[in-house]
């Protein structure tokens, strides 16, 4: 009778070992292990599959977390995608004339997502980049104003004399801005008629 066969077989777990290293022994030995004893030391070292697999869906969870929260910020700026947190004011000079005794006629568009306010004009030397003059008040529709409202979409003119005067065909650079610092800037060669 082989040593798994009979009662033994059913109250017993063998395994293969070799106690001997001596070279000249190297059969393997059959060895009963009781089941109760590998159950109780199962139940003592090991985890149950259920919380394994919650530790690996926590872990795996974790780490999307880490890495949405790193390179989320990267990814916009790379992609140039944004979330925009308010709606956009934005400004555009659609045309310039500008005279040699620094009288100027600029038309001004709204292209943004909401009303601006017209603060100040500057006039500036596009080969230095140095401010020439400064405008805070200006003339829209006849009235001479320090601030205009521009509604959505709206294209107004304005009007007005830096009070100095221009070097002719020389290029300037006209810049307005709004009261929120938003700009728009155009470039323009002076003309004498």
Same mark, same amino acid.
């Given at each position: ?97 500008? !005279? ?5 006629? $600029?038309?001004? +568009?709204? /292209?943004? #997502? @909401?009303?601006?306010e017209l603060d100040t ?8 980049d140095s401010m020439i ?9 006849? !009235? ?5 409202? $521009?509604?959505? +979409?709206? /294209?107004? #003119? @304005? ?9 002719k065909k020389k290029v ?22």
């Amino acid at each position: 009778m082989s040593p798994i066969e009979g009662d033994e077989a059913h109250s017993c777990i063998y395994i293969l070992y070799n106690e001997n290293t001596v070279a000249e022994d190297v059969s393997p030995r059959l060895k009963c292990i009781s089941p109760n004893l590998v159950n109780r030391a199962m139940r003592i070292i090991g985890l149950s599959p259920i919380v394994a697999a919650l530790v690996l869906i926590l872990i795996s969870v974790a780490l999307n977390v880490m890495v949405y929260v790193v390179l989320l910020p990267s990814l916009n700026i790379h992609v140039g995608y944004s979330i925009p947190t308010r709606a956009i004011e934005k400004i555009k000079i659609d045309s310039v004339k500008l !005279q040699i005794d620094s009288s100027f006629v $600029i038309v001004v +568009r709204n /292209v943004g #997502e @909401v009303a601006c306010e017209l603060d100040t004009i500057y006039l500036i030397d596009s080969v230095t980049d140095s401010m020439i003059a400064r405008l805070e008040s200006f003339i829209i529709n006849g !009235q001479e104003l320090d601030k205009y409202t $521009i509604n959505i +979409r709206s /294209v107004i #003119e @304005v009007t007005e004399n830096f009070g100095i005067t221009l070097t002719k065909k020389k290029v300037y650079k006209v810049k307005v801005l709004t009261t929120n610092g938003i700009e728009g800037s155009y470039k323009v060669v002076v003309k004498n008629d």
